[in-house]
């Protein structure tokens, strides 16, 4: 590519590898998006899509954290129940 726009001969080896990792870290989110708008929704309702996604992720993933932490403190005071009456007998 850089032949073609004939600046090949007049890049350093450092600034070819810089140019080369640009691309290779540009990829992703290009072909991601071509992706997305060839599956015939613009970005934009993608965004809208994803953030939807990810406050139900997080709304789950607090429910599930309440539980777990109410029956936590239940299997303590369980136990806490258990030794009490255990020293009293």
């Known amino acids: 590519m850089l032949a073609l726009l004939g600046i090949h001969q007049h890049l350093t080896a450092e600034q070819k590898q810089d140019i080369a990792s640009a691309a290779y870290h540009a990829t992703p989110g290009a072909v991601t998006a071509g992706g997305f708008r060839l599956a015939g929704l613009p970005l934009s309702d ?41 020293g009293r007998t």
């Open 46 to 86: 993608w965004l809208v899509l994803a953030s939807i996604a990810f406050v139900a992720l997080q709304a789950s993933y607090l429910i599930w954290k309440w539980r777990r932490d109410y029956l936590r403190a239940q299997t303590r005071q369980q136990l806490r129940d258990r030794t009490q009456r255990g």
